[in-house]
Nanobody, 123 residues
């Protein structure tokens, strides 16, 4: 098992930036493919980004491409999400998630989840 704790959320103006972190503990972090998802009130959980175990492969949701960057530091057991050019529609609770071995863009394929961190973007 792996335990995940997100941090770094907050209130930011449109056009601003935030960096989210996800600290992992438990089994070896490097065996897990990692993802970021988000959920806005009244909406389904949405794919944000994924990263492979080594960090060599990443993918992004359509509306995040070019603005968000996912990365990981396996030595520090930490996942990151750098978010730039934030928009009000990015407002949501952001979750990190882990699944063994292979990346996925589907939330239901992730077994381990953090508690989430709130990101609010004001216009």
């Amino acid at each position: 098992q792996v335990q995940l704790v997100e941090s770094g959320g907050g209130l930011v103006q449109a056009g601003g930036s935030l960096r989210l972190s996800c600290a992992a503990s438990g089994r070896a972090f490097s065996i897990y493919a990692m993802g970021w998802f988000r959920q806005a009130p009244g909406k389904e959980r949405e794919f944000v980004a994924t990263i492979s175990r080594s960090g060599g492969s990443t993918s992004y949701g359509d509306s995040m491409e070019g603005r968000f960057t996912i990365s990981r530091d396996n030595a520090k057991n930490t996942l990151y999400l750098q978010m730039n050019s934030l928009k009000p529609e990015d407002t949501a609770i952001y979750y990190c998630a882990a699944r063994p071995m292979v990346v996925s863009t589907l939330a239901h394929e992730y077994a381990y989840w953090g508690q989430g961190t709130q990101v609010t973007v004001s216009s």
